[in-house]
């Protein structure tokens, strides 16, 4: 790139019998512009310890804790894809609709958190398996049942401008005994979903909480059932 200044030197001298005319002058600047590249090749961190639980309001705070799930903070679960928590959950009998006895969770912060810190992109599958409901007098077992999560969803761990979220694929009427695909993040060439720390809320609204459906001929005595809910996370989606 090449330009010209014109630069326009005007002298006057005053003095007795002397007057010199205004003389124009040249001058020329030279300038060049050129580009370089600067190179780097990055690879994710490995960090593999345990990933505290966070609030489930969306704020990215410390977790407050569950007053009707005291004393759990979190599986301590290690790796680069891990369970960091899971709510136990309390219900609570409403109803009889029909030959099943309806009850809803009444846990206010009831979430499961999942970390994808592998640095792939290459996606994973949350799985939910309800174990059978055991009377804690007489042991009887109960497995005419299902499991709705109801209304839920994923939230970031914070507000960090996340897009590619993993998605909810079934919340409703999970069978006792086997497992069920509940949520699943995609491999997607470019946008990658589900990578970093991810809560998917549970018992979110009244008018479809997580709830528990039981053959109401089933339960034959007033007692405190309880059962396992095995969560399962693997490395594919399905």
Same mark, same amino acid.
């Given at each position: 790139m090449k330009g010209s200044l014109l630069l326009i030197v005007a002298s006057l001298v005053l003095g007795v019998g002397s007057f010199l005319t205004p003389t124009l002058a040249a001058a020329e600047s030279t300038t060049s512009m050129q580009k370089s590249t600067g190179q780097v090749t990055l690879k994710p961190g490995s960090p593999t310890g345990p990933v505290a639980p966070v609030n489930p309001d969306g704020s990215g705070n410390?977790?407050?804790?569950?007053?009707?799930?005291?004393?759990?903070?979190?599986?301590g679960s290690q790796g680069q894809l891990t369970l960091d928590y899971v709510s136990n959950l309390k219900f609570k009998q409403q109803q009889v609709t029909g030959a099943f006895i309806q009850a809803t969770a009444t846990n206010p912060r009831a979430f499961v958190q999942v970390s994808d810190r592998r640095g792939t992109g290459t996606g994973w599958s949350l799985l939910l398996k309800?174990?059978?409901?055991?009377? *804690? *007098?007489?042991?009887?077992?109960?497995? *005419?049942?299902?499991?709705?999560? %109801?209304?839920?969803?994923?939230?970031?761990?914070?507000?960090?401008?996340?897009?590619?979220?993993?998605?909810?694929?079934?919340?409703?009427?999970?069978?006792?005994?086997?497992?069920?695909?509940?949520? *699943?993040?995609?491999?997607?060439?470019?946008?990658?979903?589900?990578? %970093?720390?991810?809560?998917?809320r549970l018992n979110t609204q009244s008018a479809a909480p997580t709830s528990l459906n039981v053959l109401a001929s089933a339960v034959t005595r007033q007692q405190?059932?309880? %059962?396992?809910?095995?969560?399962?996370?693997?490395?594919?989606?399905q």
């Open positions: 410390p977790f407050p804790g569950d007053p009707l799930d005291p004393g759990n903070e979190g599986t309800p174990e059978p409901l055991v009377g *804690q *007098q007489d042991a009887t077992k109960l497995t *005419q049942a299902t499991l709705s999560l %109801g209304t839920s969803y994923f939230l970031p761990s914070e507000n960090s401008g996340q897009v590619n979220y993993p998605s909810v694929v079934a919340a409703n009427a999970l069978p006792i005994g086997s497992y069920s695909l509940v949520a *699943q993040a995609q491999d997607v060439p470019a946008q990658p979903q589900g990578v %970093g720390t991810w809560l998917l405190t059932y309880q %059962g396992t809910l095995s969560w399962l996370l693997t490395d594919t989606p």
